[in-house]
């Protein structure tokens, strides 16, 4: 897999890795790279069949996904960063942790969890896609994505919409396959990297429960709770957010 990406930020400063979820691109992240730039080389990807990355046909697990990313500071010759994903970019990065812990710094899974069952209903969500397309999910994902008050922004709408409705069927669909299989929940104790689990307090898809149990197995993990915030907890509160991962990176915490 070649991911596109997209750095921003001073050349010789410390690497930020920002992951984006299933049915985002890495636009997700606009309202944190202004803030963590001032610090930190950004880098920012899209996964597969997200964004520009070009899609992949399935089967593949978060070894796959884990391992664009190990190819990707591979191609820009980074040997360590710091990484932030949500959801399915957070999952990446405890992948990641857990199998390639010489090139992760400091990590910080948001809205995610290390054991989403059962597994079938992932396997259900990939074949409604293959047969309908991604922008059929849209009306039953938003509502998990944001807050009701922010869900109903049409601008919101228009740019969430646009985004899963551009995500690759086959790609998205071999995602969830990925999330239905994915096992990394046992060795969430052998993560060395100083970790930060951000959860969403109105988050139905991946409630704060699932941040606590990853931060409980992770040894010495904080969790930290954002109100008014559902899945996409970055884009709907990104100052407390911005706040946390600047606090984090930069060895405040």
């Given at each position: 897999?070649?991911?596109?990406?997209?750095l921003?930020?001073?050349a010789?400063?410390?690497?930020?890795?920002?992951?984006?979820?299933?049915?985002?691109?890495r636009?997700?992240?606009?309202?944190?790279?202004?803030a963590?730039?001032e610090?930190?080389?950004?880098?920012?990807?899209?996964?597969r069949?997200?964004?520009?990355?070009?899609?992949?046909?399935?089967?593949?697990?978060?070894?796959?996904?884990?391992?664009?990313?190990?190819e990707?500071?591979d191609r820009l010759?980074?040997?360590?960063?710091?990484?932030?994903?949500?959801?399915?970019?957070?999952?990446?990065?405890?992948?990641?942790?857990?199998n390639?812990?010489?090139?992760?710094?400091?990590?910080?899974?948001?809205?995610?969890?290390?054991?989403?069952?059962?597994?079938?209903a992932?396997?259900?969500?990939?074949a409604?896609v293959?047969?309908?397309g991604t922008?059929s999910?849209?009306?039953?994902?938003?509502?998990?994505?944001?807050t009701?008050?922010?869900?109903?922004?049409?601008?919101?709408?228009?740019?969430?919409s646009?985004?899963?409705?551009?995500?690759?069927?086959e790609?998205?669909?071999?995602?969830?396959?990925?999330?239905?299989?994915?096992?990394?929940?046992?060795?969430?104790?052998?993560?060395?990297?100083?970790t930060?689990?951000?959860?969403?307090a109105e988050?139905?898809?991946?409630?704060?429960?699932h941040a606590?149990?990853i931060a409980?197995?992770v040894p010495?993990a904080e969790?930290?709770?954002?109100?008014?915030a559902?899945?996409?907890?970055?884009?709907e509160?990104?100052?407390?957010?911005?706040?946390?991962?600047l606090e984090?990176?930069?060895g405040a915490?």
């Open positions: 897999m070649k991911v596109d990406y997209e921003t930020g001073p010789d400063a410390p690497v930020v890795v920002l992951s984006n979820s299933l049915g985002n691109d636009t997700l992240w606009d309202a944190q790279v202004p963590l730039a610090r930190f080389r950004v880098l920012r990807y899209d996964q069949g997200h964004g520009a990355t070009e899609p992949a046909p399935g089967p593949y697990g978060l070894a796959d996904l884990g391992g664009d990313v190990v990707l500071l010759d980074i040997d360590r960063a710091h990484f932030a994903g949500v959801s399915l970019g957070g999952m990446t990065g405890m992948w990641l942790a857990e390639a812990p010489e090139r992760i710094e400091r990590l910080v899974p948001i809205c995610t969890s290390a054991n989403l069952t059962p597994p079938q992932w396997r259900e969500r990939a409604a293959r047969e309908h922008a999910m849209f009306e039953a994902t938003l509502p998990r994505w944001f009701p008050a922010l869900a109903d922004d049409p601008g919101v709408r228009a740019k969430y646009d985004m899963l409705a551009a995500t690759d069927d790609s998205y669909a071999a995602c969830c396959e990925a999330i239905a299989t994915m096992d990394i929940l046992d060795r969430l104790p052998e993560i060395t990297a100083p930060l689990v951000i959860a969403g988050d139905s898809a991946t409630p704060p429960p606590e149990q409980a197995s010495g969790v930290e709770v954002i109100a008014e559902a899945h996409l907890a970055n884009a509160q990104p100052e407390a957010v911005n706040r946390l991962l984090h990176f930069g915490r």
